[in-house]
């Protein structure tokens, strides 16, 4: 079976500090990749997604952004970060009708 | 274009007794359905899921739940809930024949008293 990796598991990033937060996968090839976020404990909400290496589709415009430079690696970005960006970010990763692995996920808190 | 609705913000339920987590789903072609679990700043742990076939779908922790299509729900059941099922539940819908993407339902809290 699949495993997600996710970190750092939680940050503390001051207003317009730049993010980087990592995702791998093991145990499969060629997955799909998802990120999202996840308010208050609640619902989830998609950011990107990825077919394949250097494809990413972005579900809602913002300041953040995604790049999957290997098959098994999904980053997640951004050069100034808002104090809206505060929330729990979730790595997930499925393919077809298969079900997705989800991370441990990354808290993260925007002073 | 996917939804899914999971009605009820908060399920509680003594221990013991049967439990229901609702949802229901809109997809425009045929859909597969999952049902999640996250417990407090973890990761969705998946439960189950309909593909196709039987109309009852058997999951892990002895859960499971029942695709009708007329009603367009899949609800999720377990027959003697326990403590430790209290969690955040999400059910989940991806369209067979549009898209890469699932949508999640906004999660239903379910809390199973001693």
């Known amino acids: 079976s699949q495993t997600i990796h996710q970190w750092p598991a939680t940050l503390v990033q001051p207003v317009g500090s730049p993010l980087s937060l990592e995702c791998t996968v093991e145990?499969?090839?060629?997955?799909?990749l998802y990120w999202y976020r996840q308010a208050a404990g609640r619902g989830l909400q998609l950011l990107f997604y990825s077919v394949g290496i250097g494809q990413i589709s972005s579900e809602v415009p913002q300041n953040l952004s995604a790049s999957r430079p290997q098959d098994r690696q999904f980053i997640l970005s951004s050069k100034k970060l808002l104090l809206s960006d505060s929330g729990f970010y979730l790595c997930?990763?499925?393919?077809?009708?298969?079900?997705?692995?989800f991370g441990p996920g990354t808290r993260l808190t925007v002073l | 274009a996917q939804s899914v609705a999971q009605p009820e913000d908060q399920v509680n339920v003594a221990e013991g007794n049967p439990l229901t987590v609702k949802c229901t789903y809109s997809?425009?072609?045929?859909?597969?359905l999952f049902w999640y679990v996250q417990y407090p700043n973890r990761g969705l742990q998946f439960l189950l899921k309909y593909i196709t076939g039987d109309n009852l779908v058997k999951g892990s922790y002895g859960f499971e739940a029942e695709f009708n299509k007329s009603q367009t729900s899949f609800h999720l059941k377990k027959p003697s809930a326990l403590v430790s099922d209290s969690a955040l539940y999400f059910c989940?819908?991806?369209?067979?024949?549009?898209?890469?993407?699932?949508?999640f339902g906004p999660g239903t809290r379910l809390s199973v008293l001693p």
């Open positions: 989940a819908v991806r369209d067979h024949d549009y898209g890469q993407n699932f949508v």
């Open positions: 997809v425009s072609g045929n859909p597969y």
């Open positions: 145990g499969t090839s060629n997955p799909n």
């Open positions: 997930a990763s499925g393919l077809a009708e298969n079900e997705q692995f």
